[in-house]
């Protein structure tokens, strides 16, 4: 299947070049160029989910599909426990045939926490419309005791049934700093609050790009 195939070989090559100083802005999965086609494939509801068998040939953006979720995955469970990941998988499953199941049971011997959540929401769900969130984030602020109240709302804009969950960097700037948090997003409509000392300029959801999405 291509998340366990193409997905990890994919991203194996550019773990590699990430680590040996050789990644290119056109190599990076933000700059792939296959991108735009995988968008529009998504957009128009024609994708596959990543556990289901396809002729690879005919359908090349798989391939940044599968590899932009193990890049979600690293995410996920962090640098130090991705590689160790794949280590164990790869020392354990060497010329053998592995499964899904085997990959996830892994990942989450190594998390120490079930991420059927995860697998569920990037690999085995079936979507009718954009696969992956669509997010519109909005802010408020009010000065309160020298000190800035932030009101994030974070929407899920998306038709589909299905809302993702995942940890995301919010970055707030302001004219003389930035600085930014993790938030952990559940629900469809989501309200976050910060204090801060310095009126914000801009709120930058994702600057990293870790997550396959849309921000409108």
């Not at 969130?133 to 038709?159: A, C, K």
């Not at 995301?168 to 302001?174: A, D, E, G, P, R």
């Not at 609050?193 to 914000?200: A, D, I, M, T």
Request: glycine share 4%; charged share 25%; with cysteine.
């Amino acid at each position: 299947v291509a998340f366990l195939a193409e997905g990890m070989c994919e991203y194996s090559a550019v773990l590699f070049h990430e680590n040996h100083g050789g990644l290119t802005k056109r190599g990076s999965l933000n700059d792939h160029p296959l991108l735009h086609a995988l968008v529009s494939r998504a957009n128009r509801g024609h994708d596959l989910p990543l556990q289901q068998k396809a002729d690879l040939r005919y359908l090349p953006t798989h391939y940044l599909k599968a590899s932009y979720a193990h890049h979600m995955l690293r995410w996920i469970i962090g640098d130090s426990l991705f590689q160790l990941l794949y280590k164990m998988f790869a020392e354990k499953f060497s010329l053998q045939i592995a499964t899904l199941e085997d990959f996830q049971k892994i990942t989450e011997d190594i998390y120490r926490d079930s991420l059927q959540w995860f697998f569920d929401q990037w690999v085995y769900a079936i979507t009718y419309s954009a696969d992956r969130p669509i997010y519109s984030i909005t802010w408020d602020t009010l000065q309160d005791d020298g000190e800035f109240v932030v009101d994030i709302h974070l929407r899920q804009m998306q038709d589909d049934y299905l809302v993702y969950r995942m940890p995301i960097t919010i970055l707030m700037q302001t004219d003389k700093s930035s600085f930014s948090y993790i938030v952990e997003n559940t629900l469809k409509e989501q309200s976050f609050h910060f204090r801060v000392k310095e009126r914000l300029k801009n709120v930058i959801l994702d600057p990293e790009n870790w997550i396959f999405k849309e921000v409108q």
